[in-house]
């Protein structure tokens, strides 16, 4: 797999948990050297941390190497989210060469502009009931740990990492309103900004949806998923599964047909 990438965007590793896919992470981020990295938020998961902190050393390991991505040239914009709000107090300044912002705004190689933020903004929009975030907090965690034995199991008879979240987030419609409630949200935002998409995370749902004049895009997350959102040399952009048989999730929708188009944006 090419991995000269112009642009990187990782969100919700939820470093500090036992859930965290950290070895999948480090090798994946031993293979890129982008000129940008963009990590969108729940790096690391301050508010599970605060009742069972879980930091092993391949976890370390992985601040480790952003760090030395910072160092050697590359340009890693951090932008905390949800599970690690105490670093929004830090927005605008640079911590270790790591910059820190409330959200950025990307220009891709072909010009088009993204607004990127973590995402939580959008839980007030889509209007969940605190019952059923509740439900879904416990729901969640066990979905988490069914996951990791499943997944242990796998691995002894030599399979590939699979999503149970995954399965069952595509395939349960209460999940499905959420996830398309908040694509709805996101793309409104990026249209009222006038920009030509948006780039998020949170949800831990990877996907690109289009909808008219904005392109969606979600880079998932690597608790379940270990996905990322990467932008090619030519500006496309690409989803990629990381684990032991990395994978082309999906391209974006109709990205050569827009680059044949002229612009008409006034
Ligand atoms: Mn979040």
């Not at 690391?44 to 050697?72: G, H, P, S, T």
């Not at 040239?73 to 270790?96: E, K, M, W």
């Not at 010009?111 to 995402?119: A, I, T």
């Amino acid at each position: 797999m090419n991995t000269q990438f112009r642009a990187v965007f990782i969100s919700d590793v939820h470093l500090g948990t036992k859930a965290c896919q950290a070895e999948h992470l480090l090798s994946f981020l031993n293979r890129i050297t982008p000129p940008e990295l963009y990590l969108v938020g729940d790096i690391i998961d301050l508010i599970e941390m605060r009742k069972r902190a879980y930091f092993n050393d391949v976890q370390q390991q992985v601040v480790k190497r952003i760090l030395e991505m910072a160092q050697n040239g590359t340009r890693v914009v951090y932008i905390p989210g949800n599970h690690d709000a105490f670093f929004r107090q830090f927005c605008g300044q640079q911590l270790s060469g790591v910059e820190i912002m409330q959200q950025a705004i990307h220009t891709t190689a072909d010009g088009r502009r993204f607004l990127v933020s973590h995402g939580d903004e959008f839980d007030q929009m889509v209007k969940v009931s605190p019952v059923m975030l509740a439900v879904g907090d416990k729901a969640h965690h066990l979905m988490l740990s069914l996951n990791r034995h499943i997944n242990r199991v796998r691995r002894w008879c030599g399979r590939p990492y699979w999503s149970l979240a995954g399965y069952i987030k595509s395939h349960v419609s209460k999940a499905q309103e959420f996830i398309s409630r908040f694509e709805s949200a996101a793309i409104k935002t990026a249209r009222n900004k006038k920009l030509d998409g948006y780039i998020g995370g949170h949800i831990h749902f990877a996907r690109f949806q289009r909808q008219e004049d904005i392109l969606y895009c979600n880079d998932g997350d690597w608790v379940e998923h270990c996905t990322a959102l990467v932008e090619h040399e030519s500006g496309e952009l690409q989803l990629l599964h990381w684990s032991e048989q990395p994978v082309l999730l999906a391209r974006e929708p109709e990205h050569s047909t827009l680059a044949a188009t002229p612009s008409l944006a006034s």
